[in-house]
């Protein structure tokens, strides 16, 4: 879109308006696919972001009879995360970098219909910032949609793998990357980018189904204009659009805390052009929001409903706070986007000025209650948010656990987390004790809601760090991080857990530990059962009412991919991939010992070698009565 034309769409210039476009239908095929609980179409089985299935073959009494049914190694080692996707009778299957694609025919022994291998610069991996991960393929026209970790988005004839279109999402000369899974929404398929570390200005685009032209680009920091922020953004929560919620004290006090909460009648609003101004004393690069980082690489639901599409930003640029004072919006922020135009009905940025890595990537998960329709969110940062998904008010937002420190609560009038000043982190300060570690109390792995019981199920990492922000000069395509970490177990003495929470309190209604960190998506399904993997190579199924554990099965490698169901010819199937990476696991597999190697998971995950062998197979495994 030209940029007059975004200026006319914002209403932000010259006081005029564009004309409303035209609404356009969704694609005939997902929408019919979706409609069918055999099926398991989007990343994460409908648009709601769910993870939830109403197949209840597999049941709470007979669980215990699962076994395995079929294999399929990916021939690709690392991580494997997301999962595949199945239509009628084929199912598609991603791998880790090089990306390649299969297509299954379930009704001939999962015969191999065909296969798409990308050919991607293997220098590639060298800017994946935290290993080579795909999270999965959209489908939706007829077509097989891969974002490649090289940023190119490509369309594929589902039938035959043939290439319709490709088009150029991000340059990995610069150190932007794509880990994310394209996401298709009614006639426009939406991607994003990873390269925070490398201190790269991320964004949300929409491309069209038909041709890969590009329809709206969001960009996470930087002006109105170009972060798609119109004239009535928050006017529900306008406190929300402050130009900051904290103010600096003490000039920098390493042991008390730069910045203190504002209080709300103390807040400026409304504003402008926050993604700018609120990227203070800049003393990095120009004005430090040109590379503000906000990567987008999660799970994104729509609302059909009210046209809605839901999606979280990830960390500012760099790790070192002190380089970026204020509360760099719109890094960290959950915005609501209308589909057809990208323009932001809300946002509300729920870790104002970074100071310990907490991507506010992880999934919303939207569900209905009482007439209404809500947004869940469990942060990185500790706390899980539930909206007002209309309006983005804060219904709740609590702890996931007691353990999380770096901030005493969440104000739900101001919006404002009152951080403690014993955890801020500082130029050439260790700062210890802090919890979560950076990679929060979840991370990648989405969890799943179930509306027979109305229970949000989410894995958990139950970890801590030290934190040291470094000097570090920003230089294009070269890693921009600035600090020091090391990661060790939290004061439960085990490194995760799952949880049930009651959604409109965030209240747990039942925790169970895990030696390691829950890495894998959490499945529900309508039998009141709940799936999920582990990095030691368990499979398990729970009691969703209860928590006990049910059944397990030992994979080949640890899981960081996403449980999911499916039926064919009468009997439902569940699966998940196996190959363990990500995070959590890249250390182990590229053979990095010191404490502080992958930015702290050599240390904290040491123990993983004795549970896996490294680097990871990836391997699709498929189960059943």
């Given at each position: 879109?030209?940029?007059?034309?975004?200026?006319?769409?914002?209403?932000?210039?010259?006081?005029?308006?564009?004309?409303?476009?035209?609404?356009?239908?969704?694609?005939?095929?997902?929408?019919?696919?979706?409609?069918?609980?055999?099926?398991?179409?989007?990343?994460?089985?409908?648009?709601?972001?769910?993870?939830?299935?109403?197949?209840?073959?597999?049941?709470?009494?007979?669980?215990?009879?699962?076994?395995?049914?079929?294999?399929?190694?990916?021939?690709?080692?690392?991580?494997?995360?997301?999962?595949?996707?199945?239509?009628?009778?084929?199912?598609?299957?991603?791998?880790?970098?090089?990306?390649?694609?299969?297509?299954?025919?379930?009704?001939?022994?999962?015969?191999?219909?065909?296969?798409?291998?990308?050919?991607?610069?293997?220098s590639v991996q060298a800017v994946l910032c935290c290993d080579n991960v795909s999270r999965g393929l959209g489908y939706g026209?007829?077509?097989?949609?891969?974002?490649?970790?090289?940023?190119?988005?490509?369309?594929?004839?589902?039938?035959?793998?043939?290439?319709?279109?490709?088009?150029?999402?991000?340059?990995?000369?610069?150190?932007?990357?794509n880990t994310n899974a394209p996401h298709v929404i009614k006639d426009k398929v939406l991607t994003g980018c990873s390269g925070?570390?490398?201190?790269?200005?991320?964004?949300?685009?929409?491309?069209?189904?038909?041709?890969?032209?590009?329809?709206?680009?969001?960009?996470?920091?930087?002006?109105?204009?170009?972060?798609?922020?119109?004239?009535?953004?928050?006017?529900?929560?306008?406190?929300?659009?402050?130009?900051?919620?904290?103010?600096?004290?003490?000039?920098?006090?390493?042991?008390?805390?730069?910045?203190?909460?504002?209080?709300?009648?103390?807040?400026?609003?409304?504003?402008?052009?926050?993604?700018?101004?609120?990227?203070?004393?800049?003393?990095?690069?120009?004005?430090?929001?040109?590379?503000?980082?906000?990567?987008?690489?999660?799970?994104?639901?729509?609302?059909?409903?009210?046209?809605?599409?839901?999606?979280?930003?990830?960390?500012?640029?760099?790790?070192?706070?002190?380089?970026?004072?204020?509360?760099?919006?719109?890094?960290?922020?959950?915005?609501?986007?209308?589909?057809?135009?990208?323009?932001?009905?809300?946002?509300?940025?729920?870790?104002?000025?970074?100071?310990?890595?907490?991507?506010?990537?992880?999934?919303?998960?939207?569900?209905?209650?009482g007439g209404k329709t809500y947004a869940w969110h469990h942060d990185r940062n500790g706390f899980a948010y539930t909206f007002?998904?209309?309006?983005?008010?804060?219904?709740?937002?609590?702890?996931?656990?007691?353990?999380?420190?770096?901030?005493?609560?969440?104000?739900?009038?101001?919006?404002?987390?009152?951080?403690?000043?014993?955890?801020?982190?500082?130029?050439?300060?260790?700062?210890?004790?802090?919890?979560?570690?950076?990679?929060?109390?979840?991370?990648?792995?989405?969890?799943?809601?179930?509306?027979?019981?109305?229970?949000?199920?989410?894995?958990?990492?139950?970890?801590?760090?030290?934190?040291?922000?470094?000097?570090?000069?920003?230089?294009?395509?070269?890693?921009?991080?600035?600090?020091?970490?090391?990661?060790?177990?939290?004061?439960?003495?085990?490194?995760?857990?799952?949880?049930?929470?009651?959604?409109?309190?965030?209240?747990?209604?039942?925790?169970?530990?895990?030696?390691?960190?829950?890495?894998?998506?959490?499945?529900?399904?309508?039998?009141?059962?709940?799936?999920?993997?582990?990095?030691?190579?368990?499979?398990?199924?729970?009691?969703?009412?209860?928590?006990?554990?049910?059944?397990?099965?030992?994979?080949?490698?640890?899981?960081?991919?996403?449980?999911?169901?499916?039926?064919?010819?009468?009997?439902?199937?569940?699966?998940?991939?196996?190959?363990?990476?990500?995070?959590?696991?890249?250390?182990?597999?590229?053979?990095?010992?010191?404490?502080?190697?992958?930015?702290?998971?050599?240390?904290?995950?040491?123990?993983?070698?004795?549970?896996?062998?490294?680097?990871?197979?990836?391997?699709?495994?498929?189960?059943?009565?």
């Amino acid at each position: 879109m030209e940029m007059s034309k975004i200026k006319l769409a914002l209403g932000v210039a010259f006081g005029m308006a564009m004309a409303v476009p035209m609404v356009a239908s969704a694609a005939a095929d997902q929408e019919a696919a979706m409609k069918d609980p055999n099926n398991w179409v989007h990343p994460r089985g409908q648009h709601n972001n769910q993870g939830y299935s109403t197949l209840n073959q597999i049941n709470k009494s007979n669980v215990k009879n699962v076994k395995a049914a079929w294999q399929f190694a990916t021939g690709v080692n690392r991580g494997h995360e997301g999962s595949p996707v199945v239509i009628g009778n084929m199912m598609y299957v991603h791998t880790a970098f090089p990306n390649n694609v299969y297509a299954l025919d379930l009704n001939d022994n999962q015969k191999i219909v065909w296969a798409y291998f990308p050919k991607q610069d293997p220098s590639v991996q060298a800017v994946l910032c935290c290993d080579n991960v795909s999270r999965g393929l959209g489908y939706g026209d007829g077509k097989i949609f891969l974002q490649q970790n090289d940023g190119m988005l490509v369309a594929l004839d589902a039938k035959t793998g043939a290439k319709v279109w490709d088009v150029k999402v991000n340059d990995p000369k610069v150190g932007a990357t794509n880990t994310n899974a394209p996401h298709v929404i009614k006639d426009k398929v939406l991607t994003g980018c990873s390269g925070a570390e490398f201190g790269v200005r991320c964004f949300l685009v929409a491309y069209n189904i038909k041709d890969g032209s590009q329809v709206w680009k969001a960009y996470s920091t930087g002006p109105d204009s170009e972060v798609l922020i119109g004239k009535d953004f928050n006017k529900d929560n306008p406190h929300y659009s402050a130009l900051s919620v904290y103010e600096d004290i003490n000039g920098g006090n390493k042991e008390g805390g730069s910045f203190k909460a504002l209080p709300k009648e103390k807040l400026k609003f409304p504003e402008t052009d926050l993604g700018v101004k609120t990227w203070l004393k800049p003393q990095a690069v120009k004005d430090g929001w040109q590379h503000g980082g906000g990567s987008t690489w999660g799970w994104w639901p729509y609302d059909h409903r009210t046209n809605l599409v839901y999606y979280g930003t990830g960390n500012p640029s760099v790790w070192n706070p002190d380089v970026r004072p204020g509360d760099n919006k719109w890094s960290m922020t959950i915005f609501a986007r209308d589909v057809d135009t990208g323009i932001a009905k809300w946002g509300y940025q729920m870790t104002p000025h970074d100071e310990w890595d907490y991507d506010g990537i992880n999934e919303v998960i939207l569900f209905d209650k009482g007439g209404k329709t809500y947004a869940w969110h469990h942060d990185r940062n500790g706390f899980a948010y539930t909206f007002d998904a209309h309006t983005g008010s804060i219904i709740a937002a609590e702890k996931v656990h007691p353990f999380v420190n770096w901030a005493t609560h969440v104000d739900k009038a101001t919006g404002i987390p009152h951080k403690d000043g014993k955890y801020s982190t500082h130029q050439d300060y260790n700062t210890k004790g802090i919890c979560p570690a950076a990679l929060g109390t979840k991370d990648q792995q989405p969890a799943a809601y179930s509306p027979r019981t109305g229970l949000v199920y989410s894995p958990l990492n139950h970890v801590c760090m030290t934190y040291e922000p470094v000097e570090s000069k920003y230089i294009a395509g070269q890693p921009w991080v600035g600090a020091t970490l090391t990661m060790f177990a939290g004061p439960d003495g085990v490194m995760g857990g799952f949880a049930a929470y009651d959604p409109m309190t965030n209240k747990a209604k039942w925790y169970n530990k895990e030696k390691f960190s829950a890495w894998g998506g959490a499945l529900a399904t309508a039998s009141d059962l709940v799936f999920y993997g582990t990095l030691d190579r368990w499979f398990k199924a729970l009691d969703a009412q209860t928590g006990k554990e049910l059944w397990k099965f030992q994979v080949g490698s640890g899981v960081i991919g996403n449980a999911f169901t499916y039926s064919h010819k009468g009997k439902q199937y569940v699966g998940v991939l196996s190959g363990i990476g990500g995070w959590a696991g890249v250390a182990m597999n590229l053979g990095l010992e010191n404490e502080t190697d992958a930015l702290g998971a050599a240390g904290g995950y040491k123990e993983l070698t004795k549970y896996n062998a490294a680097p990871g197979g990836g391997a699709l495994n498929v189960f059943s009565l």
